[in-house]
């Protein structure tokens, strides 16, 4: 089947403005999360879904970051106001989200490039 | 507090062996290892549960030792497709959310 999906593969965006990343997890998968990697560094957690609940956001640097799974399965990743420290990659994952095993399986990213 | 890996980056010649540590000054529920190509996500390679387990397929295993809160991924005969950033993340004790924290990463090159 098909894997994590993200789109788009590269925003350019100037500082100030408002962009939206995109997420499709695994079919059937209930946990999704989203993670920010920059240069040169592991990923770094910002959010976790359970279903349709953002169960754990203590990974969101601040309020200019949002994001949201409004049916539980599609995830959009909000930043507004972005700021040239916002560049990075921004990553997500989906587990089936049940069990001990918490295998998760990440998309391709969102570069995101703020000027 | 994210975990330590050492080394830092290594280089080998096809058919030699690799060990890569990852140590956590936490109480860890699991360990998970990823591989990440440049430009490319992370690839999930296995994960190890609290309880102290050893896993493996292949030529790449692993093993975890609970009460150090330390990890170790152990790649024999490597090949050139084992060339990549390898990353532990850990899954911390009553952390509740499954999240979890990433190391630096370390370089592995593989040359003929």
């Known amino acids: 089947g098909a894997g994590v999906s993200q789109t788009p593969s590269n925003k350019v965006t100037e500082k100030g403005k408002y962009v939206e990343l995109r997420c499709d997890p695994i079919?059937?998968?209930?946990?999704l999360y989203w993670y920010r990697q920059s240069l040169g560094q592991g990923p770094e957690f910002l959010i976790y879904?359970?279903?349709?609940?953002?169960?754990?956001d203590s990974g969101l640097p601040n309020d200019r970051f949002f994001a949201v799974r409004p049916e539980g399965s599609v995830s959009t990743l909000k930043i507004q106001r972005t700021e040239r420290g916002d560049s990075a990659v921004y990553l997500c994952?989906?587990?089936?989200?049940?069990?001990?095993?918490?295998?998760?399986?990440f998309g391709p990213g969102t570069r995101l490039t703020v000027l | 507090q994210q975990p330590v890996q050492s080394p830092q980056a290594v280089i080998l010649r096809e058919g030699e062996d690799a060990v890569i540590n990852c140590s956590s000054s936490k109480a860890l529920y699991s360990v998970h290892w990823y591989r990440q190509k440049h430009g490319e996500a992370p690839v999930f390679l296995m994960i190890?549960?609290?309880?102290?387990e050893q896993k493996g397929h292949d030529k790449i295993s692993a093993s975890f030792n609970e009460k150090k809160q330390q990890s170790s991924l152990y790649l024999t005969a490597s090949q050139l497709s084992y060339s990549g950033t390898y990353f532990c993340g850990t899954e911390d004790v009553g952390a509740g959310s499954y999240q979890l924290t990433f190391g630096k990463g370390t370089k592995l090159s593989v040359i003929p």
């Open positions: 994952a989906s587990s089936s989200g049940t069990g001990e095993d918490n295998e998760q399986f």
């Open positions: 879904f359970q279903g349709t609940g953002a169960a754990d």
């Open positions: 190890l549960l609290k309880g102290g």
């Open positions: 079919s059937g998968h209930t946990a």
